[in-house]
Structure formats: C-alpha cells, structure tokens
C-alpha cells in the first residue's frame, strides 16, 4: 500500500474483513498528550481497518491544546455515519503520563476483549495491520504481543536540506532495524509503543504479577517496618511473585480477578522511561512470547532537529538510559544478559573507532608502509553490500540513502553518534536516578 | 524503542580496529588479516540469519494465505 494513500487517509464507511477470519473482540487504546495535529489522522487509519474494532477508545491525557475538541468533532463525524465505536476518555489530572493513561484505559476494558491495540498519536497505521496481527495471533496461541514493521512518516514539502538528511538518515536506520526484526524472527526484542498488538490474556497476567507484587511487598513491609524495600529484595519478591502467578495460571485461578483487586491495572510502568520495554521483558518472564511481523506496517512521526526537547539526542537519550535502568534492575537474568551482551558490543564498537583511528594516524607517523591484504579490503566491501541488501524492501527510499548505505561514511557517522548517545545514557543512567520524562 | 545493532555489524568495525591495534603492537599482518577473516565469518552469519528468517517468514505467510 502507497505511503501517500495513508497519509490522506480517509474515514471508510465500507469496512470489512478481506479474509475469512472468524471474529474475535478487539479494541484500540490511543492516549493522546496535546496532539492536536496528528490525532486525525491516527483515528481516520484506525476507523479504515479492514478489521473493525469493537471500539477505539482515545484517552486525552493532560491536553491543553484542541485534542479533545477535534476528537469529540470526529466522534460526531463518525457517530453521523453509523460508526460509533469512536470513544473519548478524558484524564485531566494524570500523573503516570502515558503510561497512567494507557492503564486507565486498560482498566475500563469489557470482559470478552480478547485483543488490545495500543499506539502513539502521532502514528499511522496500515489498513490491513490488525487483520494481519490476530491471524497471527490464532496461529501462535502463545504469543502475547504482536510490534508491526516501523516506516517513518514522510516529509512535509519545503522543508530544509538539514531536515531532509535527518529524515533520510533515520528512514535508512528504520529499514534496518526492519531487517534485524527478520533476523531476530523467533522473538522480538521490545514490542515499541509505537504499535504493538497485544492478547488481553498476556495483559492480565502482567496486571496480576502487579498485584502479587504489591501484595508481597505490604507482607514484607509488615514484617520488616523498618526496612525499605532495596533492589536486591525487589528481584526477590519479583521472582517469587512469578513462580507465584505461574501456580495460578496452573490451577487456572481467574487472574481478571487478582488484577480487579488491584482496582486499576498496572500493565505499563509509571516509573520508567521506556515502559514498553519493561513490559516486553515482563512478559516474556512469565512466559509469553512476543513477535514482530512485517505484514503490520505503521508510518511514525521522527524527530528532525538534533538537539532541545523532543529532538534527536533527547529521544534516544530516554530510550537508551531507560534501557540502562531496567537492565541494572534486572541484572544479568535470562531475558536480560543477551541485552546487556549487546550493550557490551556497542561499546566495545565505540572504543574500537578510536583504536582503529589513532592506530593508523600512527602507523602513518611512523611511516609503516600499508599493506593492503586483499581480505582486508574486502572487509568495507562486503559489509556495504549486505547494508544495501538489507535496504531492499524499505519504504521512500531515494538515491541519496541508495548513496549514504553504500559509501558507509554517512551511516557509520551515525552509528558513532548514536554510540556516543548511548555512552552518554550510561553515565546519566548511574549518575542521575530518578529522571522524568 | 531502543533498537540495538546485531552482532553481525558490530564485526566491521571491531575486526578492523582490533586488526589495527594487532599491527600497531605486533607489527604483524597477519593479526589483521585473521581478525578481518573472523569479521568476514560474521557478517556472512548475519546474512544466513536474514535469508532464513525471510524464508520462514514467507512460509509463514504462504499457509496464511492458503484458503480454508
């Protein structure tokens, strides 16, 4: 499907399924902080799913701009014609941010959803994207969360050459990390809250964990009054907590019940940066798996300005120092080394930029005569062509991404300062506890 | 949605550098072209992941779209 189509996307009156899928609950959950500009067409793409929703709930979280005025004239738009599945949650004092919002919707689910969408406001997504994710679903009944292909939205016109290189360079960046996800097939490694399909069943176990957790930690604070709850004792009681909710699901206890006594559900954390990622990790600790498909396919907005706030450095600076926090949480735990492995490589790639730079400036001084070993340049050769071959498939590519992937100056260049944000992130996340978003 | 690089494309960069550094303290060719050799297995091992996951992705595919 052309990106352009999407982006006029307009409300469909005809909606159906395309295959013959037989029909299961699903709903949307769209908070929505002061997006006023972008929440349109987020709600015309999910109205124009071939897979209807029972209904999309839009949870205006703290919004000081016309959000809820244009959502509520969308309602009125859909309501005229026939579609009143379009529902407006309005949250005026919420101080869990997205995360908070996103559990309020939660909580005010109906018992037969099965599914649950959650995504950005500032996204777009493929008619055909929840169709395709609960086939998926039926296939895998052990799966819990479906994250679709990311593309990046495309530019307004006119816009400066600066912002046209960081679109292009970020647009070649989430190509790839596309192609990691074919890679990485048997699992994903963070379900992003860009668009991530999820069965309701994997949501209620997180909420229960929630619950068990809560309710160990007031059993230890009852003991040891005087003993604050440290991250050691934290692992403990989260492990407990595990075996604990895998006991239930054994005995088939409801655990809808454990999260209802809970009163509100805690499936995404308040107190992280990046709480997809700590639900991701959450769910494939009890045991669920999470996949990607690249038959779901969303358009994201991405930042076009490197530094203040909501720019390139400062979105990558929270994903990477949220990442940092939940694995010094986690420690070095089943589905955390391999993430703390990667980690290690990354900076070990950062140090050896350095060490491969300074050792030829030396060679050079000293006037060692460079043998060019054939093997060696084919090294550079190699790895361009697998980087284009990866490229293959991507979405508004252009002969200047064509150039910058198969020259690797400019990509590697990019790499380095995404390596030296994350370097960065490191520090921040040992030397400044408790950010905020 | 923190994306890290797999292994594979880590190997540039660390063999080079690593091969570098070889030469810089052995004066030996030979450190380098093992380490580029070691980067080459690599990134031929993250091509095979990609060719397999493409392949059972569009199997995948195939059965879903195959009617009832």
């Not at chain 1, 997504?125 to 169709?131: A, G, K, L, Y």
């Not at chain 1, 050792?359 to 697998?386: C, D, E």
């Not at chain 1, 990509?411 to 506890?433: D, G, H, M, N, Q």
Request: hydrophobic content about 45%; proline content about 3%.
């Amino acid at each position: 499907m052309g990106t352009s189509m999407l982006v006029d996307v307009t409300p469909s009156v005809e909606h159906g399924r395309s295959r013959n899928v037989k029909y299961h609950k699903a709903i949307a959950l769209v908070p929505v902080y002061n997006g006023a500009e972008t929440i349109g067409k987020t709600i015309h793409s999910l109205m124009a799913q071939t897979y209807p929703f029972e209904y999309v709930r839009v949870i205006a979280n703290n919004c000081t701009d016309d959000t809820v005025e244009i959502v509520q004239m969308l309602q009125a738009y859909y309501q005229s014609i026939g579609r009143p599945e379009l529902e407006l949650l309005v949250m005026a004092k919420n101080k869990g941010k997205k995360s908070g919002a996103l559990n309020y919707g939660l909580a005010t689910v109906e018992d037969d959803i099965e599914f649950v969408f959650g995504m950005d406001d500032d996204t777009i997504v493929d008619e055909r994207m929840i169709e395709e994710g609960i086939i998926q679903f039926l296939e895998e009944p052990q799966t819990g969360g479906i994250c679709s292909a990311y593309r990046t939205l495309p530019l307004p016109e006119g816009v400066s050459h600066w912002k046209k290189f960081l679109w292009r360079i970020q647009n070649i960046e989430f190509t790839l990390a596309n192609a990691w996800r074919v890679e990485n097939y048997k699992s994903a490694r963070v379900l992003p809250g860009v668009s991530v399909l999820f069965r309701m069943e994997a949501l209620l176990d997180v909420a229960a964990l929630g619950v068990i957790i809560d309710h160990l930690e007031q059993e230890w604070l009852a003991m040891y009054p005087r003993k604050p709850i440290n991250k050691r004792w934290h692992r403990r009681i989260k492990r407990r907590a595990i075996c604990e909710l895998r006991e239930a699901k054994r005995q088939k206890v409801s655990l809808r019940d454990r999260m209802l006594a809970g009163k509100i559900a805690k499936v995404w954390a308040t107190n992280n940066l990046v709480e997809d990622y700590r639900l991701t990790l959450d769910l494939k600790d009890i045991g669920w798996q999470v996949k990607s498909s690249l038959d779901m396919i969303s358009w994201s907005d991405v930042p076009l300005k490197l530094r203040g706030k909501a720019g390139l450095w400062d979105q990558r600076q929270r994903w990477y120092s949220g990442t940092i926090d939940e694995l010094r949480l986690r420690r070095l735990k089943r589905h955390s080394r391999y993430e703390i492995f990667t980690i290690f490589l990354l900076m070990l790639n950062l140090v050896m930029r350095f060490v491969l730079v300074s050792a030829y400036a030396i060679l050079a001084i000293k006037g060692v005569p460079i043998r060019w070993v054939s093997l060696y340049l084919a090294l550079p050769v190699m790895a361009s062509l697998t980087s284009l071959y990866r490229l293959k498939g991507g979405d508004q590519l252009d002969k200047w991404q064509i150039f910058f992937t198969g020259t690797l100056v400019v990509t590697e260049l990019y790499a380095f300062y995404r390596e030296l944000i994350y370097a960065y992130s490191i520090c921040v996340s040992f030397f400044k506890p408790n950010r905020e978003w | 949605m923190a994306q890290h690089p797999p292994i594979t494309s880590v190997a540039t960069t660390s063999g080079i550098g690593t091969g570098a550094l070889g030469i810089y303290l052995h004066g030996s060719w030979e450190v380098n072209s093992a380490v580029a050799v070691l980067s080459v297995i690599l990134m031929t091992f993250g091509l095979f992941r990609l060719f397999r996951g493409k392949f059972v992705l569009a199997q995948a595919r195939k059965r879903r779209d195959k009617p009832d």
